[in-house]
């Protein structure tokens, strides 16, 4: 799942339906570790059988679609609670803004 796209909580959802204790664990960055959410990652296969995933009908698929600015927000909010001092979200936004055209 991709970063910032509200895969932290997907991946809470999908611990708990399993029954893996480990849903309730504080700490983000555990979660997305495969020994502690037994979830599979496509990046840990090789590419024909990850596109034998993908093709198979009978495994369920999502896809998660989030508002771009929202992704940065979210991203900006996240960066602030680790590190003090951030500039303002109007100054990220004009910077990447200047940075990109």
């Known amino acids: ?3 910032k796209s509200g895969s932290t909580q997907w991946k809470r959802l999908l611990m708990k339906a399993s029954g893996n204790e480990n849903w309730k664990l504080r700490h983000g960055q555990k979660i997305h570790d495969p020994h502690y959410s037994g979830l599979n990652n496509v990046n840990r ?3 024909e059988k990850v596109e034998k995933v993908w ?3 009978s495994v369920f ?4 679609a989030r508002s771009p600015m929202s992704r940065v ?3 900006y909010l996240s960066t602030r609670r ?3 001092g951030q500039q303002n979200f109007k100054s ?3 910077s ?5 055209g």
């Open 1 to 3: 799942l991709t970063p």
């Open 45 to 47: 296969y090789e590419l």
């Open 55 to 57: 093709n198979d009908p």
């Open 61 to 64: 698929k999502i896809i998660v």
């Open 73 to 75: 927000l979210s991203a």
């Open 82 to 84: 680790t590190a003090r």
């Open 92 to 94: 990220l936004i004009s």
């Open 96 to 100: 990447q803004a200047s940075q990109d």
